[in-house]
């Protein structure tokens, strides 16, 4: 068989795992408005040890979620499509507006809500997997080079979130638990500087970092994060410890973790919630943020960045083409509901941003599903092609 990239695989995967999501989310809404909703709300707080059902699923599950997003980073960085300044400017600077626009537009619906000015950042962050998913609906409408651009958009775009959990959403730190992760943490450093190929050495470390992050106050999920940056990365790609983790993560992540995660997380009980709730600030801050903010973020930072020559526009892609992109940046369901839990204790403001986060994302999943069928190809460009 004719080896295939693994950025091309990455991307097969990730938006056959995004259709997966769809599915999953649909599935949560059905059920938390049925019968079967008591049980499904009961079984998520259930306890399996010293973590409830639902926490085993976003610390838990999510940190293995983070460690493939962390790998993936570091893949791109270091020779992937992230390896040059001049293929992160455009999807560098394109995230950046997608970070800052969405939180602004948030913040001033919830001006006068001072309990909800915590979500800021909730309509920050795209969801690739959900986003591929679409794109992958598209088929050769869509010029490769695009999904390459939303590829590396989406990842700096984790990146930014990932910061924006780690300095904004610690509550409490616990300095002996702090001090025995830094601690592992050297060891794997060590392991890498050692050259220490074996997998198992890593992981088992990399267990004991989870646990110390989740009794430090720190996220446990960002010891994901950290394990991914120690794991080796050789010119070897068939046998790079990162390779082989990398691609041993995938089929899990997309087809279990993540539609797991989000049959946990999309579950809003409409009954339970007046008409008031769709004008609550905390829904309409999650869902313009998203549908807004997001479009306009991107496609102007995007449009700035070509202008001033700081980057180019992806090859075979028209203007309407770039703003299908940023429209569909717009979808950012799983890491939003993810700092949606980060977010707010008070129930009610969950349910609110949750409704919002689904309305925001389904609009922009639309809007750009139309952009694209409507858009021409840039004449004698491929759409299909894609650069290595």
């Known amino acids: 068989m004719p080896s295939v990239s693994a950025l091309r695989a990455f991307l097969r995967s990730e938006a056959a795992g995004g259709v997966l999501l769809m599915i999953a989310a ?39 979620f983070f460690l493939l997003v962390g790998l993936e980073i570091k893949r791109e960085v270091v020779a992937g499509e992230l390896s040059t300044w001049s293929r992160r400017a455009l999807p560098g600077v394109a995230a950046l507006g997608g970070m800052i626009v969405p939180a602004l537009v948030y913040l001033l619906v919830a001006r006068d809500a001072p309990d909800v000015r915590a979500g800021w950042a909730i309509p920050a962050a795209t969801d690739i997997a959900f986003a591929l998913g679409v794109l992958s609906l598209l088929g050769p409408r869509v010029p490769g080079t695009l999904k390459i651009f939303l590829a590396a958009l989406a990842i700096i775009d984790d990146l930014g979130a990932i910061l924006i959990i780690a300095f904004f959403y610690t509550d409490h730190l616990t300095l002996w638990a702090l001090g025995g992760a830094a601690v592992v943490l050297a060891a794997l450093v060590a392991l890498n500087r050692l050259k220490v190929t074996a997998l198992w050495p890593y992981l088992l470390l990399g267990a004991v970092l989870w646990v110390l992050f989740l009794k430090s106050g720190i996220h446990a999920t960002l010891a994901g994060v950290l394990l991914a940056m120690t794991i080796p990365l050789s010119p070897d790609h068939g046998r790079s410890p990162l390779h082989r983790l990398e691609h041993g993560l995938n089929p899990w992540v997309a087809y279990l973790i993540v539609p797991v995660f989000g049959f946990a997380n999309a579950g809003v009980a409409l009954g339970g919630l007046d008409a008031s709730a769709l004008a609550a600030p905390a829904t309409l801050g999650a869902a313009l943020g998203l549908f807004i903010g997001k479009q306009a973020g991107v496609f102007a930072f995007s449009a700035a960045a070509i202008a001033l020559g700081l980057a180019r526009k992806p090859s075979g892609a028209t203007w309407a083409h770039l703003y299908g992109v940023a429209v569909l940046c717009g979808v950012g369901f799983t890491m939003s509901l993810f700092i949606n839990t980060l977010a707010f204790d008070a129930e009610i403001l969950r349910e609110e941003t949750k409704i919002g986060v689904l309305a925001g994302s389904l609009l922009s999943a639309l809007l750009a599903w139309l952009v694209f069928v409507l858009a021409r190809p840039r004449t004698g460009a491929g759409v299909t092609a894609a650069p290595h």
Not at 43 to 61: F, K, Q, R, T
């Open 26 to 64: 649909a599935a949560a809404l059905v059920v938390a408005n049925s019968p079967l909703a008591d049980g499904y709300f009961h079984a998520l707080h259930a306890y399996l040890g010293p973590l409830s059902v639902e926490h085993w699923i976003n610390d838990g599950l999510m940190a293995v």
